[in-house]
């Protein structure tokens, strides 16, 4: 069965722990640049929203790289990038919706998440639960659930 990364920004708290530990797991040191996943804030408002690439159906990075180097591991259900074949064009950047896709400056390559191997170091250090790892049937019943929830409270309401 295939899983999936999942971001509830409702319980994200805006602590960046998710970006460090990435950081770290991936490149041996903290850099927030370097994360694979990256949490957007509006501090005004409280809002804060984990993004990481989205491992698409039909990926659009794959469809314009010029040389192949993003494969789809159906094992994992992730995509992956052969920084061997990567010529650091940055195609796949430019149409990437989610801003799913990094670029490491050192070795002009890009980068995305891989999903640890299907073991997320993301959701292991984040104490909130926002980020979960879960089997992919799964999240259509959670999304209806919450969504019901949320009905129900507003009709409670009224």
Same mark, same amino acid.
């Given at each position: 069965?295939?899983?999936?990364?999942?971001? =509830?920004? %409702?319980? $994200?708290? #805006? !602590?960046?722990? /998710?970006?460090? *530990? +990435? @950081?770290?797991?991936?490149? &041996?040191?903290?850099?927030?640049?370097?994360?694979?996943?990256?949490?957007?804030?509006?501090?005004?408002?409280?809002?804060?929203?984990?993004?990481?690439?989205?491992?698409?159906?039909?990926?659009?990075?794959?469809?314009?790289?010029?040389?192949?180097?993003?494969?789809?591991?159906?094992?994992?259900?992730?995509?992956?990038? =052969?920084? %061997?074949? $990567?010529? #650091? !064009?940055?195609? /796949?950047?430019? *149409? +990437? @919706?989610?801003?799913?896709? &990094?670029?490491?400056?050192?070795?002009?390559?890009?980068?995305?998440?891989?999903?640890?191997?299907?073991?997320?170091?993301?959701?292991?250090?984040?104490?909130?639960?926002?980020?979960?790892?879960?089997?992919?049937?799964?999240?259509?019943?959670?999304?209806?659930?919450?969504?019901?929830?949320?009905?129900?409270?507003?009709?409670?309401?009224?």
């Amino acid at each position: 069965m295939t899983k999936i990364l999942i971001a =509830d920004y %409702e319980k $994200c708290t #805006g !602590c960046r722990l /998710c970006e460090m *530990v +990435c @950081s770290v797991n991936k490149e &041996g040191f903290s850099d927030p640049t370097m994360s694979r996943i990256h949490v957007i804030k509006w501090e005004t408002e409280g809002l804060y929203i984990p993004m990481f690439c989205q491992q698409c159906e039909e990926p659009l990075c794959a469809a314009v790289c010029p040389v192949n180097a993003i494969q789809r591991d159906d094992e994992l259900g992730r995509l992956t990038v =052969d920084r %061997e074949l $990567c010529i #650091g !064009c940055k195609s /796949c950047i430019s *149409v +990437c @919706s989610m801003g799913g896709i &990094g670029f490491d400056k050192r070795d002009k390559k890009v980068f995305r998440c891989d999903l640890c191997d299907g073991d997320p170091t993301c959701v292991k250090y984040c104490e909130t639960e926002a980020l979960q790892y879960v089997d992919s049937d799964k999240v259509q019943l959670k999304k209806q659930r919450n969504a019901a929830h949320k009905l129900h409270v507003a009709l409670k309401g009224k």
